[in-house]
């Protein structure tokens, strides 16, 4: 019983952690139709932040919820408006130039805070299901997931922002229509999948090891969820995050966390050959 | 009994979300005959042909080349059955000369040394050669067209689908369109949509006419061109000319 | 019908090359060869992307994946067979099988460019977990301990055909890698040079056209993808048998980068330019772990930056072009041909 209690919380952490580092990503995607290969040094960026504003005395829960997402959203519209916005309608170049910006922000701060590991500690403390001893911090997570996309589906449902974010997806050029200067609303996007991002390294910071390449460690996971998820930026979220998760953690369960990763990956190829454009590709398609 | 159609529809339909872009169209070409498809903007013509290449799968009915069943089929298999098309807008290799264009499409079917005269051959007929070896994506759209003619026609299809053929041409080059149409007609079947009713009265024999994704009519060009509910379709446009 | 000119350059380039491959342990020290050796076993990765990018469009962001495959399969069979010719066999297989599967999955699922790439991506990030993974006496593979994050050491490096114990001399070992790369990028010449070649050229300009004209874009393309793997595969093997020595980083984001970088900067539709590009990059990087000030991801990332903005072209066919303009401006200063149909 205790077993079935604690197999269901990870499962739901699963998901949760799947939501969390995969929404920045998302809504660029969702957006514009790249992928953005310098996600992780974003959250890695918000990550940083967090431990940087702790160790100058700032309270954690503002560092990680408000400080975090700020810089990292800052960094994102600086990047937008000095690299992505020369490349628009280049897919692959634009998918190009972010990899080179991951090898650039991962150089950054390596000549800057060096390749050691920092960290926060946890702000939370732990519970006990039986025998089994679990931390506060897991379902914190899973509530942070679900403001988040409660946030992200009130923005995008009742605000002149998500309403123009919802005509950018179902068609960019209708934006010109709407009398939005489009570039404006790149900007916006970008800004705002990095804030997520952001957000969610800050989040994750007392429970990762921090170093300049830590990103690496969330990206494929992302990727899948993103990929496999489609261009509907909330529905192609959850249901991905939702099958994922649940998949990648039963598996982890039966076997190792690294086989988990593999099986997760050889489900999502599978998906992708059914269907080609994602869940909400198929499903969910024009919605949010 | 009457012979097996080179080309048939049943009940074709196609729908993209609420709209039915194809409608029920039951169509039927025999070998090696010439027909012309005419309809105002939107009406499925474009669409119609990419459900007999393949390029779109329809939502109901079926597309019978040769009394064989080839509804949902993919574009290079119906491609080897003997179908071939020009495109509304030019699809060709642009990065390729022209003569490359040509002997790929020769390839297809035929061993290299045979290709490279083939190709010859059909930029002789087209009046190619002067450009045989210039980059295609460097050509007019006019020059594009005729190239793009020139791969389908090197494919050695049975039936040959020609959308717009002559859009932005001159009148000599019309002309010129008209008459090699004619001339390919000698050995194969080929449906035409035009929107330039000259055109179609230089080469048509049976017109028909779609509307809103259905078959308004389909008969002789002259009445065809004096239905009153055709004339009504087009409002006039060039239709009295 | 390909340019009969372009191909004897190429030929009297490589016979030249050969030359300088087979005399360079005359003039060239030790330390230097062996560095020579592993550039030329990278340039060979190169080819394998500049091949399947540049001619197939075929946008692959984790081709350290069949490197990686490669160079593991042969440490493994060699450690078992105790001799590197079957090994050499299995280290192109392994690769290719694996390309045959991934590929059909994606292509056959007609996936977009953006997603090949990130799944091809994903999959070396995958692939660098699973194996680091590997470490303790449970995962053995006959004879080869598979070592996680540790690798593969000692691992038996090439003999001649049929002699397990005369094992090549680092200088016998570069000609035999030098040779290699002008083989395969003769070998790649010559394919795009054939039917095949002239047929996934035509699929990367315009898959609907071809695929109108009767051919199949995705055996095509699956048949692309499983060439690269196999070329990747083959310079995994030579890599391995430059050190001696495989470990889980050969799957690295930092190598997937590189060989990006590679291709980029030297130019697609080119197979000279990745081989430039590479040589160009690996010098880099070599002078940049010289000194300490800047990072070598920083500066890569810089260069990869430039030249999407710049020079997205890449090197070599900036340079063709240039070229061919100015040929072009000379000839219609002497004769303008009339070019109506």
Same mark, same amino acid.
């Given at each position: ?288 | ?241 | ?112 460019? *953006?997603?090949? $790439?990130?799944?091809?991506?994903? !999959?070396? =990030?995958? #692939?660098?977990? @699973?194996?680091? &993974? /590997?470490? +303790? ?37 570069? *000609?035999?890698? $030098?040779?290699?790369?002008?083989? !395969?990028? =003769?070998? #790649?010449?010559? @394919?795009?040079? &054939? /039917?095949? +070649? ?144």
């Amino acid at each position: 019983m205790d077993i079935a209690i604690i197999v269901g919380l990870d499962i739901i952490s699963g998901i949760a952690s799947l939501l969390l580092i995969s929404a920045g990503l998302a809504v660029i995607f969702g957006m514009m139709k790249i992928i953005n290969l310098a996600h992780g040094e974003f959250l890695m960026l918000g990550a940083y932040t967090t431990v940087l504003s702790v160790s100058a005395g700032i309270n954690i829960w503002i560092a990680m919820l408000v400080i975090s997402p700020i810089v990292v959203g800052l960094i994102g519209v600086i990047v937008e408006r000095c690299l992505i916005q020369f490349l628009y309608g280049r897919l692959v170049d634009t998918m190009l130039a972010t990899w080179g910006l991951s090898l650039v922000i991962v150089g950054t701060t390596t000549m800057i805070f060096g390749n050691t590991i920092v960290g926060v500690a946890s702000p939370l403390g732990g519970f006990k299901v039986g025998q089994y001893q679990s931390s506060l911090y897991t379902p914190f997570l899973a509530v942070m997931a679900v403001l988040l996309m409660v946030l992200i589906w009130v923005v995008m449902r009742f605000t002149r922002a998500g309403l123009i974010a919802r005509a950018v997806m179902q068609n960019p050029d209708m934006a010109a229509t709407l009398g939005v200067n489009p570039a404006k609303v790149y900007m916006a996007t970008f800004g705002a999948g990095a804030a997520i991002s952001g957000l969610a390294g800050g989040l994750l910071a007392p429970v990762a090891g921090i170093v300049p390449t830590m990103g690496a460690a969330y990206i494929a996971k992302a990727f899948i969820t993103v990929v496999g998820g489609g261009t509907s930026i909330l529905w192609g979220l959850i249901t991905a995050s939702g099958l994922f998760g649940f998949i990648n953690q039963i598996a982890a369960f039966l076997t190792t966390p690294v086989y988990g990763e593999v099986i997760l990956f050889i489900a999502a190829v599978v998906l992708i050959r059914l269907l080609p454009m994602g869940i909400s590709g198929k499903f969910f398609k024009g919605r949010l | 009994m009457t012979p097996t159609p080179l080309l048939e529809t049943r009940n074709l339909t196609v729908r993209f979300g609420g709209v039915t872009a194809v409608n029920t169209v039951n169509f039927s070409l025999k070998e090696q005959e010439l027909r012309c498809l005419i309809g105002p903007n939107g009406a499925g013509k474009s669409t119609f042909f990419k459900l007999l290449t393949g390029q779109l799968p329809p939502t109901e009915g079926h597309v019978h080349l040769r009394g064989q069943d080839i509804s949902g089929a993919m574009p290079h298999q119906i491609s080897r059955l003997g179908v071939g098309i020009k495109t509304q807008v030019p699809n060709v290799f642009n990065a390729m000369t022209v003569e490359e264009n040509l002997w790929i499409a020769a390839r297809r079917n035929h061993l290299p040394k045979f290709s490279t005269d083939l190709a010859e051959k059909i930029m002789v007929q087209l009046r190619l050669t002067g450009i045989a070896k210039r980059e295609v994506g460097q050509l007019s759209h006019g020059q594009r067209q005729w190239v793009e003619i020139g791969t389908v026609l090197a494919g050695e299809p049975d039936l040959i689908l020609l959308d717009e053929p002559a859009a932005g041409m001159t009148h000599d080059e019309v002309e010129r369109t008209a008459e090699l149409i004619l001339e390919i007609n000698k050995k194969r079947a080929l449906i035409v949509v035009e929107h330039d009713m000259q055109f179609i009265k230089m080469i048509a024999k049976t017109v028909t006419v779609l509307h809103q994704g259905a078959v308004l009519i389909e008969d002789d060009v002259r009445t065809v061109l004096q239905d009153k509910r055709v004339q009504d379709v087009y409002l006039g446009k060039g239709l009295a000319a | 019908m390909p340019n009969m000119n372009g191909m004897k350059i190429a030929l009297i380039g490589s016979a030249i090359a050969a030359l300088g491959v087979i005399t360079a342990p005359l003039y060239v020290d030790l330390f230097q060869l062996m560095q020579l050796t592993v550039f030329a076993a990278m340039a060979i990765l190169a080819l394998s992307l500049g091949f399947i990018w540049g001619y197939g469009g075929i946008l692959c962001f984790g081709q350290t994946s069949f490197f990686g495959l490669g160079a593991y399969a042969y440490a493994i069979a060699a450690i078992n067979y105790g001799d590197s010719t079957p090994a050499l066999v299995i280290a192109i297989i392994v690769p290719v099988i694996f390309a045959a599967l991934l590929g059909y999955f994606m292509i056959y699922g007609g996936i977009s460019d *953006v997603y090949l $790439g990130v799944i091809t991506l994903t !999959v070396s =990030l995958i #692939l660098l977990n @699973l194996v680091n &993974s /590997t470490a +303790g006496d449970f995962y053995k593979i006959g004879n080869a301990r598979l070592g996680g994050f540790n690798g593969i050491p000692g691992v038996p490096t090439i003999n001649m055909p049929g002699d397990s114990s005369y094992i090549l001399s680092p200088e016998q070992a570069w *000609v035999l890698t $030098g040779l290699a790369l002008i083989a !395969v990028y =003769l070998g #790649l010449r010559a @394919l795009i040079a &054939s /039917t095949f +070649g002239r047929i996934i050229i035509a699929i990367r300009e315009n898959e609907t056209r071809a695929a109108l004209l009767g051919y199949d874009p995705r055996v095509y393309k699956l048949l692309t993808f499983m060439i690269g793997g196999a070329v990747a595969g083959f310079a995994g093997a030579l890599y391995v048998n430059w050190g001696a020595f495989v470990s889980p980083t050969i799957f690295a984001l930092g190598l997937s980068a590189q060989i990006i970088i590679w291709v980029i900067i030297g130019g697609r539709g080119t197979l000279i330019g990745p081989i430039i590009g590479c040589l160009l990059v690996q010098w880099m990087v070599t002078e940049i772990g010289a000194q300490q000030t800047l990072d070598a991801n920083f500066i890569l990332g810089a260069v990869l930056i430039g030249f999407v903005l710049l020079v997205p072209k890449g090197i070599a066919p900036t340079i063709r072009d240039l070229v061919a303009s100015r040929l072009q401006r000379n000839k219609s200063a002497t004769a303008i041909e009339d070019v109506k149909p």
